[in-house]
C-alpha cells in the first residue's frame, strides 16, 4: 500500500522552508539508519509504519491532523494511522519511545549520519540560522553534548561513540579559539 512517491509528494512542502539540516536531505539520512539499524538488530517490524512515520516525523508536531486526513484518504485504517503517528512522535529526541517501532526511528534520528554528523550538523544549523562561532559552541555544549540517548541495544554503544566524538571535537575547537 505504501507508495513512495505520493508520500514525498505530500511530505516536500512541510520540508521546503526548513533548513538544510532538516530538509528532504534529512530524511533520507534517516531512512538509511533506520536500514542500518534494522540490518544490525534483525528486528521484524511494521515496515510499512516506520517508513511513514520516518517521513512524518519533521513535522508531526505541526500537522498531525494533516497526516491523519492524508493516511485516512488513502484507505490506511484508523489502527495504522495511530500507530504511525505515534511513531512518529516517538521518534522526537525528547521522547522515550515505547514501541519497537519508535525505538528504531528514535535512535535513528538520533544517529543519522554517522557518529561525526551531530557535530557538523550543530555547527552548520547554528551557522544557518546567523549565530556566531561562539554561540553556537554555548549551544552545543549546554543543550546537544551528552544530552542524545538510544535505547535499542544495538544503538547504545553507536550513540556513546557519537557523543564522545562530539564532546572531543568540542573541546578541541574550544582549545583552539581560546
Known amino acids: 500500500m505504501l507508495n513512495n512517491e505520493a508520500v514525498i509528494r505530500f511530505v516536500e512542502?512541510?520540508?521546503a522552508d526548513k533548513d538544510i539540516m532538516h530538509n528532504m536531505w534529512h530524511i533520507e539520512l534517516v531512512l538509511k539508519s533506520v536500514e542500518h539499524i534494522l540490518t544490525l538488530g534483525q528486528y521484524e517490524?511494521?515496515?510499512?509504519?516506520?517508513?511513514l512515520a520516518a517521513y512524518f516525523h519533521g513535522f508531526i508536531y505541526?500537522?498531525?491532523?494533516q497526516v491523519r486526513r492524508w493516511m485516512s484518504e488513502r484507505g490506511y485504517s484508523a489502527g495504522t494511522i495511530d500507530k504511525t503517528v505515534l511513531i512518529a512522535w516517538e521518534s522526537q529526541r525528547s521522547e522515550v519511545p515505547e514501541t519497537l517501532e519508535g525505538k528504531i526511528l528514535h535512535d535513528a534520528h538520533v544517529l543519522e549520519g554517522g557518529k561525526s554528523y551531530l557535530a557538523v550538523k550543530t555547527l552548520i544549523t547554528g551557522s544557518v540560522r546567523g549565530q556566531t562561532l561562539c554561540e553556537t559552541l554555548d549551544y552545543m555544549e549546554k543543550h546537544v553534548l551528552d544530552k542524545n540517548v538510544c535505547y535499542l541495544?544495538?544503538?547504545?554503544?553507536?550513540?556513546?561513540?557519537?557523543?564522545?566524538?562530539?564532546?572531543?571535537?568540542?573541546?578541541?575547537?574550544?582549545?583552539?579559539?581560546?
Open 13 to 15: 512542502p512541510y520540508y
Open 45 to 51: 517490524v511494521d515496515k510499512e509504519s516506520l517508513t
Open 62 to 65: 505541526a500537522a498531525e491532523p
Open 153 to 178: 541495544p544495538e544503538t547504545i554503544p553507536l550513540c556513546e561513540e557519537m557523543n564522545h566524538y562530539a564532546s572531543q571535537l568540542f573541546c578541541d575547537l574550544i582549545k583552539g579559539i581560546e
